[in-house]
């Protein structure tokens, strides 16, 4: 009996052991409320607002109310987030006992339990789009493109595929996060907020103890240049030790964050991310009061332990050193090193053979014989104020639109030579995903690209056009590309955008494939900042996919080539390239 029950025990141990223990106050005991204006900058240091920030007790973890934050995200949707697009979003706010409820003007709410910290929503992903009237999960951030004034190249095809999603519940009690409810108002921490209900529209809300910032995804700089404005302004905070209470909440705000929204968690089989730390060995230093330690093992757990292209550790807390941020950024990297993803990133041959051949950079557009070939190594956005209706672009311009309308204007010139046209990807490490939709609607006449929610499990495929004659009319002419003999450069070194397109292509039959298989990344990217001001980004939930009879692929192993190229020569040497070509029609 004693045996027995020893080894009862013993497995109550290890069950314990397995469940995530964060601290959780008694949900009996109503804590003291206290009240602080504090600052916001808005995504410039000249749009500052004053709010009521809230603090439970001693601690010194931020809250903010529903009421407040229904204001503030209407506002940030129209004024930066969506700037000029006409949408509809609006979000109000009501307490039903101890929930408070944000809904949307299209009717999806999402409920804010107090008594079980939790947030329920009907839909998920019909609760963040910006507008009723888009596609579920839609890629494209161009608003209300259809009409002559609004257009701008890209038109929303009918057709569209939607399938919704399960509801979802984020059981934030299993983490430690606590909400409240009092006087008619609902309590969240403002972390809390930024991570669920506004980073996923790429805006983060950071915190260095002084004041907040509310910051467009890569607004903060630091990266790899030097801070903006509102960054150095950020990271002016004198540095300290993190709080017992700001130490326990933001890991468990970190664990809870990673579980719902990583999009690769079942990619990379692990059970949870707080497992993860313990088996990393990071969980102490993320749950201790020391913030540079907890920065260095947030860096050791995104960069080494996660390695996958897309999650990258980005800035320092200003809270974590007196050096900057930027310096310290690199320091880690010299210092702890990275996982062998992100060291294939770092050591390329593809660039180095291409440098052979084109010492100062291939040029955009290049006809060699009968064959055409384009090149850009980033999906990039137009500049703010570009216009090609009213200029047309030159062999000069760099960004997608302008490369991709200068190459069609000189393939399909009265006389042109050109027979086959070479999208060369092979160096290519992503970027705008609007960009891709251009190219893909460009080479096909019609674009479409899957968009899997692994959270809620809700799919979409929008399908689209692009105006490629500039007669700001979406027709016959503007099939693009289509009656020429269509090829992808790839290589492992084709990431992210760089390896949509090709797996795009390939499930049409349309566009053949040449190189060696791309390198993956299926999620797009997701800003995220700590409770004390920590930039970083992971892989998000939405996870990119081609569809073919009726079913979802993922496109994270990257495509392969129906062509493969042995030699990194044979990539580059455009002359030998165009005849193995021409030998293969």
């Known amino acids: 009996m004693k045996r027995?029950?020893?080894?009862?025990?013993?497995?109550?141990?290890?069950?314990?052991?397995?469940?995530?223990?964060?601290?959780?106050?008694?949900?009996?005991?109503?804590?003291?409320i206290s009240k602080e204006d504090m600052s916001f900058y808005l995504n410039d240091l000249d749009d500052m607002k004053t709010y009521p920030v809230y603090f439970m007790g001693d601690s010194d973890v931020p809250y903010f109310s529903l009421a407040d934050w229904a204001e503030l995200m209407t506002y940030l949707m129209h004024t930066y987030i969506k700037k000029d697009q006409n949408i509809s979003f609006e979000l109000s706010f009501s307490m039903e006992g101890n929930t408070g409820v944000l809904t949307r003007e299209d009717g999806y709410p999402a409920y804010f339990d107090c008594d079980a910290d939790s947030v329920y929503f009907w839909d998920y992903?019909?609760?963040?789009?910006?507008?009723?009237?888009?596609?579920?999960?839609?890629?494209?951030?161009?608003?209300?493109?259809?009409?002559?004034?609004?257009?701008?190249?890209?038109?929303?095809?009918?057709?569209?595929?939607?399938?919704?999603?399960?509801d979802v519940t984020l059981d934030l009690a299993s983490y430690g996060i606590d909400m409240v409810a009092d006087g008619g108002n609902c309590y969240v921490p403002i972390q809390t907020l930024s991570d669920f209900l506004l980073a996923i529209q790429y805006m983060n809300v950071f915190y260095n103890g002084e004041a907040f910032y509310v910051v467009q995804f890569g607004g903060m700089g630091g990266f790899v240049a030097d801070y903006s404005p509102i960054g150095e302004k950020f990271?002016?905070?004198?540095?300290?030790?993190?709080?017992?209470?700001?130490?326990?909440?933001?890991?468990?705000?970190?664990?809870?964050?990673?579980?719902?929204?990583?999009?690769?968690k079942a990619?990379?089989?692990?059970?949870?991310?707080?497992?993860?730390?313990?088996?990393?060995?990071?969980?102490?230093?993320?749950?201790?009061?020391?913030?540079?330690?907890?920065?260095?093992?947030?860096?050791?757990?995104?960069?080494?332990?996660?390695d996958d292209g897309h999650s990258n550790f980005v800035n320092c807390s200003p809270l974590a050193t007196d050096a900057p941020s930027r310096d310290a950024y690199f320091k880690m990297l010299q210092e702890l090193g990275?996982?062998?993803?992100?060291?294939?990133?770092?050591?390329d041959p593809f660039a180095e053979a291409r440098a052979a051949f084109y010492p100062d950079g291939a040029p955009v557009y290049e006809e060699v014989g009968n064959t055409a070939y384009i090149t850009f190594d980033e999906f990039k956005d137009p500049e703010e104020g570009t216009d090609y209706y009213a200029t047309a672009p030159t062999a000069e311009v760099t960004d997608t639109i302008g490369v991709m309308l200068y190459a069609y204007s000189q393939i399909m010139r009265e006389g042109s030579p050109v027979e086959n046209v070479v999208l060369?990807?092979?160096?290519?490490?992503?970027?705008?995903?609007?960009?891709?939709?251009?190219?893909?609607?460009?080479?096909?006449?019609?674009?479409?690209?899957?968009?899997?929610?692994?959270?809620?499990?809700?799919v979409a495929t929008g399908l689209y056009k692009v105006d490629m004659n500039l007669d700001r009319q979406f027709d016959d002419q503007d099939l693009g590309l289509t009656g020429k003999n269509l090829f992808c450069l790839i290589s492992p070194n084709s990431f992210s955008c760089g390896n949509l397109v090709p797996n795009v292509f390939k499930n049409t039959g349309k566009v053949m494939l040449l190189g060696r298989t791309s390198g993956g990344g299926s999620c797009s990217v997701l800003p995220l900042s700590t409770g004390y001001g920590t930039d970083f980004r992971i892989s998000s939930p939405?996870?990119?996919?081609?569809?073919?009879?009726?079913?979802?692929?993922?496109?994270?192993?990257?495509?392969?080539?129906?062509?493969?190229l042995a030699r990194l020569s044979t990539f580059y040497d455009r002359a030998a390239l165009t005849d193995y070509i021409n030998d293969l029609k």
């Open 424 to 458: 060369d990807l092979s160096n290519n490490s992503g970027g705008s995903s609007d960009m891709v939709i251009f190219v893909v609607s460009a080479f096909l006449g019609q674009g479409s690209v899957t968009v899997e929610n692994t959270m809620s499990g809700a």
């Open 235 to 264: 990271h002016t905070a004198a540095p300290k030790e993190r709080s017992t209470a700001m130490a326990e909440f933001s890991y468990g705000e970190l664990c809870a964050v990673m579980d719902y929204l990583y999009g690769l």
């Open 542 to 564: 939405y996870r990119l996919a081609f569809s073919k009879n009726g079913s979802f692929y993922d496109i994270d192993r990257g495509a392969e080539p129906d062509f493969s």
């Open 125 to 166: 992903d019909a609760f963040q789009r910006p507008d009723e009237d888009r596609v579920l999960i839609d890629i494209l951030g161009v608003g209300n493109p259809g009409s002559e004034e609004e257009v701008m190249y890209f038109q929303r095809c009918p057709g569209s595929y939607e399938r919704y999603g399960k």
């Open 338 to 347: 990275i996982g062998n993803a992100l060291k294939n990133t770092f050591n």
């Open 4 to 32: 027995i029950l020893s080894i009862l025990l013993a497995i109550t141990m290890l069950l314990t052991l397995s469940v995530p223990a964060f601290a959780e106050e008694a949900k009996n005991v109503a804590p003291t």
């Open 267 to 306: 990619v990379h089989g692990f059970e949870s991310f707080d497992l993860l730390c313990k088996q990393a060995g990071c969980d102490h230093a993320l749950k201790g009061t020391d913030t540079y330690a907890a920065d260095e093992a947030l860096y050791k757990m995104i960069n080494i332990h996660l």
